[in-house]
């Protein structure tokens, strides 16, 4: 049963962290072409907009040392369920002869049980990671906005300059994402 788990979940688990590897060279090519078109704008606003990806990486390295534990553990439980329900499944003649229905429906209870703590645990860490991740791209708006106000007062750029960086870096939010969602499942496809 564990071994029948491992082989689902884990092949499961690391097919998902490749599902965005089709769109890669699609993301980076946006991603080339936002950058060199910011940088024709204004190289100024592109480097605040730039100063966002370094804090990407950040809260990805917090996020893959308070989850991999619990993943890890949330993994194992699952070959708990599936070793539990397989021997019970297996065994039923024996269960039923030996009148122990009971005693494997609350052994399953338990495994189930603990497969739920750990699978809550990962949750609310992704629960706390993914909103962070869909907030930078907003407050990289922000950013620009308040960084090309002031380069716009300097007269460095005209405010069609600043619209148009700001629409380049609101381009940039999908491969963020994209990005995001790859380091997001990579902790957990390791695992």
Not at 5 to 24: G, V
Not at 81 to 95: D, I, K, M, T, Y
Not at 159 to 187: C, D, H, K, S, Y
Request: proline share 5%; aromatic share 6%; hydrophobic share 55%.
């Amino acid at each position: 049963g564990e071994l029948l788990a491992h082989a689902d979940a884990d092949c499961e688990r690391s097919t998902i962290a490749l599902q965005p590897l089709p769109f890669s060279l699609g993301v980076v090519v946006i991603i080339v072409v936002a950058m060199v078109q910011l940088a024709l704008v204004d190289p100024a606003i592109m480097l605040i907009g730039l100063a966002l990806f370094p804090s990407l990486g950040l809260l990805n390295r917090y996020y893959t040392r308070r989850v991999e534990v619990p993943a890890a553990q949330a993994q194992a439980r699952v070959g708990d369920v599936s070793s539990v329900a397989h021997e019970s499944f297996e065994g039923v003649l024996v269960v039923k002869t030996l009148g122990l229905a009971e005693r494997e429906i609350e052994r399953l209870r338990r495994a189930a049980d603990e497969l739920r703590r750990e699978r809550l645990v990962v949750g609310r860490l992704r629960a706390a990671f993914e909103p962070g991740l869909d907030a930078l791209p907003n407050l990289g708006t922000v950013v620009i906005l308040g960084g090309g106000a002031w380069r716009m007062s300097v007269g460095a750029v005209t405010i069609g300059e600043l619209v148009q960086a700001m629409t380049l870096f609101g381009i940039l939010a999908f491969p963020f994402r994209v990005v995001g969602f790859l380091l997001e499942e990579l902790p957990r496809a390791v695992v």
